[in-house]
């Protein structure tokens, strides 16, 4: 694997040298120790990985993941002195492109063989995320399922609950739509949330199960650490594939299903959240002629992944929090009147 540093400390880039030296497929190309001559070295020898610093003089991580993601892109993992203390600036970068963000290793001390264990296993599973992405998508070659019944499909992250609480309770009680939702979050607190969720919904709303079909009026919560999508029939399915993807359960993964699976019409909501996972299944439902919709970074708590659903222009519509759910009925009103 080819990786590239960027980082303006030699004492950091002492130490990831060190760690990556204990992995004979590990090769680093390139150091750069600013932004922009990082950007310039991705162009001329993109690596499969690059570890990016935040903080550096001239141009920052942040702005130099954006400049690679648009003129090289690659890879791009967060490596910065305390992940927790700088969590703005982190979140910052995923919108930006990156994938994840480790602690810079220490080059000694206690400390040191846990650090270099958590990067390496990093950088394993940006690579497996990256040769899952480039392999063929697993929904590609799937029959695709008819069914009438109009499919609201819902994906969040950080700052979800709270944003999908107020977009429920704004959705009439007559909302004929099968609502979906797919929001990170650890299957102990699932049930919990679907509960919560409930409370604050005139919809009902509860976790899917394995073989569900969605119904009109009812509201569904991914439930497990596995991924949600449509398998046979047009039931619900979970599955752990792909294994690399970080984000579990995966938007991604449940829109792209509804591109390959879902035929009859259905609406995109992307709402806050740290990363980038949402977007492409996003503009894949976009390409198809769905309807989708993107929280605005005013409304958001974290605004990673509607900004990244904006950059690739997979939102039809970018809108406050408040406005989404008048603009989902809208857009199912106006499908029927259409004939979709």
């Not at 791009?76 to 290793?105: F, K």
């Not at 950080?158 to 429920?168: D, F, K, R, S």
């Amino acid at each position: 694997m080819k990786i590239g540093i960027v980082n303006d400390m030699p004492l950091a880039v002492e130490a990831m040298r060190s760690a990556l030296a204990t992995r004979h497929d590990f090769d680093v190309i390139w150091v750069a120790t600013d932004g922009g001559q990082a950007v310039d070295y991705c162009v001329a020898q993109k690596p499969d990985v690059v570890l990016m610093d935040l903080v550096m003089p001239h141009v920052d991580g942040t702005e130099a993941t954006r400049r690679i993601m648009r003129q090289a892109p690659c890879a791009i993992l967060i490596v910065t002195v305390d992940v927790g203390a700088n969590a703005w600036r982190v979140y910052e970068a995923m919108g930006a492109g990156a994938l994840d963000a480790v602690d810079t290793p220490a080059l000694a001390g206690p400390d040191a063989k846990r650090g270099i264990a958590a990067l390496i296993a990093k950088i394993d599973q940006v690579g497996a995320r990256q040769r899952a992405k480039a392999a063929a998508n697993p929904f590609d070659t799937a029959p695709r399922i008819t069914s009438g019944t109009d499919l609201l499909a819902i994906g969040a992250s950080a700052g979800g609950p709270g944003a999908l609480a107020i977009l429920l309770a704004a959705l009439p009680a007559d909302f004929t739509p099968a609502t979906v939702i797919v929001q990170h979050v650890d299957q102990a607190f699932a049930v919990g949330m679907a509960d919560w969720l409930n409370a604050q919904s005139k919809l009902p709303v509860r976790v899917a199960r394995e073989g569900d079909r969605p119904e009109p009026g009812q509201v569904l919560l991914a439930a497990t650490n596995d991924h949600l999508h449509f398998g046979a029939g047009n039931r619900l399915a979970y599955t752990e594939d792909p294994v690399s993807t970080p984000y579990r359960p995966s938007i991604d993964v449940f829109f792209n299903s509804v591109v390959a699976r879902w035929s009859a019409n259905a609406v995109g909501v992307l709402l806050t959240g740290m990363g980038r996972d949402g977007a492409a299944g996003l503009a894949a439902m976009r390409a198809k002629g769905y309807h989708t919709i993107a929280q605005d970074e005013a409304t958001c708590a974290v605004y990673g992944m509607p900004k990244a659903a904006a950059a690739i222009n997979a939102a039809v519509s970018i809108l406050p929090l408040q406005n989404i759910a008048n603009a989902v009925v809208s857009a199912f009103a106006s499908s029927r009147k259409r004939g979709v």
